[in-house]
């Protein structure tokens, strides 16, 4: 049993236990029994990564980890607290980390969590802490009867900014154009978001090798269109 350790995190994650999908089962793996336990602890000591990075970042739904694992090692100086639910999405990040230890990157400003993202900021985000918020290529949700499951439709996303520290950023990405519009009306008619920058962007000026993540490379090299915006918090 390989472990993995961090000095930020209370529990090692035990990644060989991580189990990928079963045949019938959706992959979908948050322990629902634990929903609403007190007992359960943070699994971030906050003072300790305050006390040591300048910013503490955090993506949701990272996926197999490319764009976490890029941003930890050209930013040590910041954490990056890097969420995914999907056991066997969170398995591949989690191989991809362990080979990076192997050869020496010990990216100790990246925290691996593999855990619902809504029930990580509900229960223990502190307020105005994180500096930047990613959420590149979420789950577009496309019927009308899922709209409420979109982020920035979801009443959640108030306890989102609370978490995010005035002035800190909120960077969305995604290869749907009616979720990005959609995204910025509620961004900024909503929840009072300032805009910060928008970017429209195919294969033709990011070349598919050069995407941040899965989704982006698999988007720019079959021919997608990439719209990203990033908002900011008022002071
Ligand atoms: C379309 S994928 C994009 C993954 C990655 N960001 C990329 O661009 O390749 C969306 C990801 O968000 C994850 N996700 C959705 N809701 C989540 C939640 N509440 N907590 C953690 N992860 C979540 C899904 O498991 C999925 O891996």
Same mark, same amino acid.
């Not at 007190?38 to 503490?56: K, M, N, T, Y």
């Given at each position: 049993?390989?472990?993995?350790?961090?000095?930020?995190? #209370?529990?090692? &994650?035990?990644?060989?236990?991580?189990?990928?999908?079963?045949?019938?089962?959706?992959?979908?793996? %948050?322990?629902? /029994?634990?929903?609403?336990?007190?007992?359960?602890?943070?699994? &971030?000591?906050?003072?300790?990564?305050?006390?040591?990075?300048?910013?503490?970042?955090?993506?949701?739904?990272?996926?197999?980890?490319?764009?976490?694992?890029?941003?930890?090692?050209?930013?040590?100086? +910041? @954490?990056?607290?890097?969420?995914?639910?999907?056991?066997?999405?969170?398995?591949?990040? @989690?191989?991809?980390?362990? #080979?990076? +230890?192997?050869?020496?990157?010990?990216?100790?400003? =990246? &925290?691996?969590?593999?855990?619902? @993202?809504?029930?990580?900021?509900?229960?223990?985000?502190?307020?105005?802490?994180?500096?930047? $918020? %990613?959420?590149? %290529?979420?789950?577009?949700?496309?019927?009308?009867?899922? /709209?409420?499951?979109?982020?920035?439709?979801?009443?959640?996303?108030?306890?989102?900014?609370?978490? $995010?520290?005035?002035?800190?950023?909120? $960077?969305?990405?995604?290869?749907?154009?009616? %979720?990005?519009?959609?995204?910025?009306?509620? /961004? =900024? =008619?909503?929840?009072?978001?300032?805009?910060?920058?928008?970017?429209?962007?195919?294969?033709?000026?990011?070349?598919?090798?050069?995407?941040?993540?899965?989704?982006?490379?698999?988007?720019?090299?079959?021919?997608?269109?990439?719209?990203?915006? &990033?908002? +900011?918090?008022?002071?």
């Amino acid at each position: 049993m390989e472990l993995t350790t961090n000095p930020f995190v #209370s529990a090692e &994650i035990d990644f060989d236990s991580i189990e990928g999908p079963k045949r019938g089962l959706r992959p979908f793996r %948050y322990p629902l /029994a634990r929903a609403g336990d007190d007992s359960v602890v943070c699994p &971030i000591d906050w003072s300790e990564l305050q006390a040591r990075f300048g910013a503490i970042d955090l993506e949701i739904g990272c996926g197999v980890g490319f764009h976490p694992i890029r941003r930890a090692l050209t930013e040590p100086s +910041r @954490a990056l607290l890097a969420v995914e639910h999907t056991a066997l999405k969170f398995k591949k990040f @989690a191989g991809r980390i362990r #080979s990076h +230890r192997e050869k020496g990157m010990g990216l100790e400003n =990246l &925290i691996p969590l593999h855990m619902n @993202a809504i029930d990580l900021v509900a229960r223990w985000a502190p307020e105005d802490l994180f500096d930047t $918020v %990613y959420l590149l %290529y979420p789950n577009p949700h496309p019927k009308e009867k899922q /709209a409420n499951q979109r982020w920035l439709r979801m009443p959640f996303f108030g306890r989102l900014l609370k978490s $995010v520290r005035p002035g800190g950023r909120i $960077v969305l990405a995604t290869n749907i154009e009616s %979720y990005w519009s959609e995204a910025n009306e509620f /961004a =900024l =008619l909503t929840w009072g978001l300032e805009s910060d920058s928008d970017r429209v962007f195919t294969s033709s000026k990011v070349p598919p090798f050069a995407g941040r993540t899965h989704f982006e490379r698999k988007t720019l090299a079959t021919g997608g269109t990439c719209f990203e915006s &990033i908002w +900011r918090k008022p002071e």
